[in-house]
T-cell receptor, first 112, second 112 residues
């Protein structure tokens, strides 16, 4: 049972444009959602998070939107830069269980 | 702080041999997680500790896998005997609480 799903294995975006990465979930009890970025041969690094009581969180070029009714969240990167090329993981957890539930990841490729 | 430190970075071993992966979490972090990443399954949580105590080991694939955390600054993941299907990248992560994990750079294990 995949509680967190990233249905796009890869995404290609032109440099300077907006990148939109999507994530769907099935467990309405999740309290927090996070996005991690992973470069080859490195561990994932934390990017941005959002609490389930919010619908938007912004940090520089990165904005995460949460639509609880649709059980959907998205990560917007504006403008996209070559260094943003990486695999992006969506993850979620509940306050009662510290185990992160991970999506399968989306490989973002920024074209010059 | 040097971050989460894993050793070795790469390990190549013969089937049937014992393999020990090591992790030094960030000082002060009271949660430690062991993950495995494969192409087929993505990121899988194997086991996590809180204050050196194993909390959930349901992700450990079988009895050949064992993990210990003898103190707050050190953890090991042991595979005995190793098999080719254990080949993967193994990540250690630590955190102060839920969500904001810091990952190590991983150990790439190849069992031939």
């Amino acid at each position: 049972d995949q509680q967190v799903k990233q249905n796009s294995p890869s995404l290609s975006v032109q440099e300077g444009r907006i990148s939109i990465l999507n994530c769907d979930y099935t467990n309405s009890m999740f309290d927090y959602f996070l996005w991690y970025k992973k470069y080859p041969a490195e561990g994932p690094t934390f990017l941005i998070s959002i609490s389930s009581i919010k619908d938007k969180n912004e940090d520089g070029r990165f904005t995460v939107f949460l639509n609880k009714s649709a059980k959907h969240l998205s990560l917007h990167i504006v403008p996209s830069q070559p260094g943003d090329s990486a695999v992006y993981f969506c993850a979620a957890y509940t306050d009662s269980n510290y185990q992160l539930i991970w999506g399968a990841g989306t490989k973002l490729i920024i074209k010059p | 702080d040097a971050g989460v430190i894993q050793s070795p970075r790469h390990e190549v071993t013969e089937m049937g041999q014992e393999v020990t992966l090591r992790c030094k979490p960030i000082s002060g972090h009271d949660y430690l997680f062991w993950y495995r990443q494969t192409m087929m399954r993505g990121l899988e949580l194997l086991i996590y500790f809180n204050n050196n105590v194993p909390i959930d080991d349901s992700g450990m694939p079988e009895d050949r896998f064992s993990a210990k955390m003898p103190n707050a600054s050190f953890s090991t993941l042991k595979i005995q005997p190793s098999e080719p299907r254990d080949s993967a990248v193994y990540f250690c992560a630590s955190s102060l609480g839920p969500g904001g994990y810091t990952f190590g750079s991983g150990t790439r294990l190849t069992v031939v």
